[in-house]
T-cell receptor, first 112, second 114 residues
Framework: DVKVTQSSRYLVKRTGEKVFLECVQD?????MFWYRQDPGLGLRLIYF???????EKGDIPEGYSVSREKKERFSLILESASTNQTSMYLC???????????FGSGTQLSVL | QQQVKQSPQSLIVQKGGISIINCAYE??????FPWYQQFPGKGPALLIA?????SEKKEGRFTISFNKSAKQFSLHIMDSQPGDSATYFC?????????????FGTGTRLTVIP
């Protein structure tokens, strides 16, 4: 079965720090996604990537950037973390032409 | 603005009962409607999905009912079990607006009481 692995389950950072969230998938999927999950707001798309070095903004890209240097790895970067970026971050991947998303277990980020 | 509206926010059902979660959308271009199930500490996982060319899809105890004219779809869980306790998200996407952008509802936390 597809495995999407997020590097950290919990992360605590200080305001203004640069934060890297890493995600790796093992099924050679072309498409990878970063969502944030907040109570009462559901899942909102931050960025997605459909190929190496390619990226597209989602619904809430402000304050975030991404990097995809290798097909299996998709990183989310918070250039200068702020308290309103405290959230659960979910990485997902899917095969090109398919609709089923495979999610990682999430990283709960707290920005103090 | 929420593209997909989901209700209720939380639901408590007795074991053996029927759980019903409702979703509504406005964008008539949506052509794919999945439901995702999320257990605590895990990421969401695809449970069942439907396209608008059918009004109902059933997989085991889980059924999606789809009403194209009302722009609504719902998840029915028959014979609900404590193991079904989870958060459920409906979602929608459209090939026109970019199939890679799946719009999620706000989620329903289901608790099934033994």
């Amino acid at each position: 079965d597809v495995k999407v692995t997020q590097s950290s389950r919990y992360l605590v950072k200080r305001t203004g720090e640069k934060v890297f969230l890493e995600c790796v998938q093992d099924m050679d999927h072309e498409n990878m996604f970063w969502y944030r999950q907040d109570p009462g707001l559901g899942l909102r798309l931050i960025y997605f990537s459909y190929d190496v070095k390619m990226k597209e903004k989602g619904d809430i890209p402000e304050g975030y950037s991404v990097s995809r240097e290798k097909k299996e790895r998709f990183s989310l970067i918070l250039e200068s973390a702020s308290t309103n970026q405290t959230s659960m971050y979910l990485c997902a991947s899917k095969d090109q032409g398919r609709e089923k998303l495979f999610f990682g277990s999430g990283t709960q980020l707290s920005v103090l | 603005q929420q593209q997909v509206k989901q209700s209720p926010q939380s639901l408590i059902v007795q074991k053996g009962g029927i759980s019903i979660i409702n979703c509504a959308y406005e964008n008539t271009a949506f052509d794919y409607f999945p439901w995702y199930q999320q257990f605590p500490g895990k990421g969401p996982a695809l449970l069942i999905a439907i396209r608008p060319d059918v009004s109902e899809k059933k997989e085991g105890r889980f059924t999606i009912s789809f009403n194209k004219s009302a722009k609504q779809f719902s998840l029915h869980i028959m014979d609900s079990q404590p193991g079904d306790s989870a958060t459920y998200f409906c979602a929608a996407s459209s090939y026109q607006t970019g199939a890679n952008n799946l719009f999620f509802g706000t989620g329903t936390r289901l608790t099934v009481i033994p």
